[in-house]
Structure formats: C-alpha cells, structure tokens
C-alpha cells in the first residue's frame, strides 16, 4: 500500500527563517510526486510535480527538491503570506489506475 | 477563467436525508474526483470517472453514489447510509496521467 508521511505537523517560523517541509514516501512505481498549497476553508492549490530523482523546482520562495525515498520543499525567507498547509501526493498505477495518495500535510505558521 | 466549481460552499443535512454536492469544471479534462478531508487525516478517495458515463468507486464509496451523464458535471451524493458524512468535501479534475489536480473550493457539509 502506497503510504505518504508528512513532517512536522506544524511549524511556526518567524518572518525571514527558512526552513524545510519532509515529505516520506513509499510506493511502487513513483509516476509524479505532487505539492499544494491549502489555505483554511479553501480547495488545495497545486505548486509542484516532480517526476525523477535529482529533480528540482523553483517558484518565488519555495523550492522542491526529490530523492528516491523523500521530497523536501524549502522556504526561504518566509513571509506572513506563506502560512497554510503545505500537503504532499505521490502518483503511482493501482489495478489499471493512477492512484493519487496524499499525505496529511504540515500547517505552517509564519510570524510577522 | 477556467476552474472548478462547487456549490453550496456549506450544506446541513438532517439524519436520514440524502444530500447532493455539485460540481461542474469548463478546463475540458476527462478524469474528475471526489475526496474527503477530515481534520488529521489525508485527502481519501471516494470516487473517481476517467470518462463520461463511467465511474469508479474509490477507497470510501460506502454511503456515497455519482454520475457522470456530462463531461463537465460530476454530481455526489452523500447518502443516508453514509454513517459519518460530516466533512469538508473536494471535486478536483486533471488532464490525465502525470498531470496536477485542480481542486474546486469545496463543500463543507454538516449533519445536524
């Protein structure tokens, strides 16, 4: 069964510390690795597909990067506007379909 | 613009009754989804259609029941025998294999 683990849970950082978001996967047959970006009350918004290991990708103050076992999204400089939920999905063939898995995500909190 | 929409934004439904969630997209995908999110848990399946006038169930379809008479709809119904339907409800709908889900801004529906 394909699994997903996202840590932390939470984060809170102060306007400015960066930091990174883990994202464990298991699964067989890895077809894309996806992260969305989810604010309270709201759908999830896509950010990143990443599809092989080495693989990276930029946008504004966010970068994912993906290994065979994890991907990582880092945060640099966060500003107040980044605090949401940061969920991770990993794409793999199940019985003639492409499963979609997601992980619970990490509620990130950046203070001014 | 292109998007996804669901309506209504919140639902209250009484024990015993049958509710319908709508969901309509113009982005012209063929691949549509349900999920369910409940607080500590990950984005679950309930039931997926990769084509007009075809559906699957997914991991949680027990008390849930769709349709799929247009490209562009994929209605769910959230039936009495549903014994905890009190969720925050997402349609979302990609282009096919390897590509991002967009999401719609979900339905939250409460059983009072």
């Known amino acids: 069964e394909d699994q997903v683990t996202q840590s932390p849970e939470a984060l809170r950082l102060q306007e400015g510390e960066s930091s990174s978001l883990n994202c464990s996967y298991t699964?067989?047959?890895?077809?894309?690795l996806f992260w969305y970006r989810q604010d309270p009350g709201k759908g999830p918004e896509f950010l990143f597909t990443l599809y092989s290991a080495g693989e990276e990708k930029e946008k504004e103050r966010l970068k994912a990067t993906l290994t065979k076992k994890e991907s990582f999204l880092h945060i640099t400089a966060p500003k107040p506007e980044d605090s949401a939920t940061y969920l991770c999905?990993?794409?793999?063939?199940?019985?003639?379909?492409?499963?979609?898995?997601f992980g619970i995500g990490t509620k990130l909190q950046v203070i001014p | 613009d292109g998007g996804i929409t669901q309506s209504p934004k919140y639902l209250f439904r009484k024990e015993g009754q049958n509710v319908t969630l709508s969901c309509e997209q113009n982005?012209?995908?063929?691949?549509m989804y349900w999920y369910r999110q409940d607080p500590g848990q990950g984005l679950r399946l309930i039931y997926y259609s990769q084509i007009v006038n075809d559906f699957q169930k997914g991991d949680i379809a027990e008390g849930y029941s769709v349709s799929r008479e247009k490209k562009e709809s994929f209605p769910l119904t959230v039936t009495s025998a549903q014994k905890n339907p009190t969720a925050f409800y997402l349609c979302?709908?990609?282009?096919?294999?390897?590509?991002?889900?967009?999401f719609g801004q979900g339905t939250r529906l409460t059983v009072v």
């Open positions: 999905a990993v794409q793999a063939p199940t019985g003639g379909y492409q499963k979609v898995t």
């Open positions: 699964v067989s047959g890895l077809r894309g």
């Open positions: 979302a709908s990609d282009m096919g294999v390897n590509t991002e889900a967009f």
């Open positions: 982005l012209n995908h063929d691949a």
